[in-house]
Nanobody
Framework: QVQAVESGGGLVQAGGSLRLFCAAS????????MGWFRQAPGKEREFVAA????????HYADSVKGRFTISRDNAKNTEYLRINSLKPEDTAVYYC????????????WGQGAQVTVSS
C-alpha cells in the first residue's frame, strides 16, 4: 500500500532546473520500485525514470538521460526527480508511481504535478 503525492512542479524557463517531490504514506515504501511518468497534452503517458528498492540502480528514458536524476530517501518515504536543462518538450504532468515488481502495470499512482517549460 502506497499513497503518493507529488509536489514541486511549476513554470520554468528553458534551460532552468527544478526538483519534483513524491511523498508516499505507505510504510512499505522501501519494498517498491519507484518511478516517474509524464503525460503531455494530447500525448500518451510515457515512462521517464525508475529506481530500485535501495536506490542503487536507476533507469531513464533516452529523452531525459543526462538531464534527469531520480533518487529516493526511504527513511523519509520520499522519491525525487531532479530535472536540469529543461526543454519546452518537457512540459507535461509528471506522475509518481510505485511498482511491486518493477514491471508494468504500476500499482499506485500520485495525482500528478504540472511542469511547464517556457522558451
Amino acid at each position: 500500500q502506497v499513497q503518493a503525492v507529488e509536489s514541486g512542479g511549476g513554470l520554468v524557463q528553458a534551460g532552468g532546473s527544478l526538483r519534483l517531490f513524491c511523498a508516499a504514506s505507505g510504510r512499505t515504501f522501501s519494498s517498491y520500485f519507484m518511478g516517474w511518468f509524464r503525460q503531455a497534452p494530447g500525448k500518451e503517458r510515457e515512462f521517464v525514470a525508475a529506481i530500485t528498492w535501495s536506490g542503487g540502480n536507476t533507469h531513464y528514458a533516452d529523452s531525459v538521460k543526462g538531464r534527469f536524476t531520480i533518487s529516493r530517501d526511504n527513511a523519509k518515504n520520499t522519491e525525487y526527480l531532479r530535472i536540469n536543462s529543461l526543454k519546452p518538450e518537457d512540459t507535461a504532468v509528471y506522475y509518481c508511481a510505485a511498482s511491486q515488481t518493477g514491471l508494468p502495470p504500476y500499482d499506485y499512482w500520485g495525482q500528478g504535478a504540472q511542469v511547464t517549460v517556457s522558451s
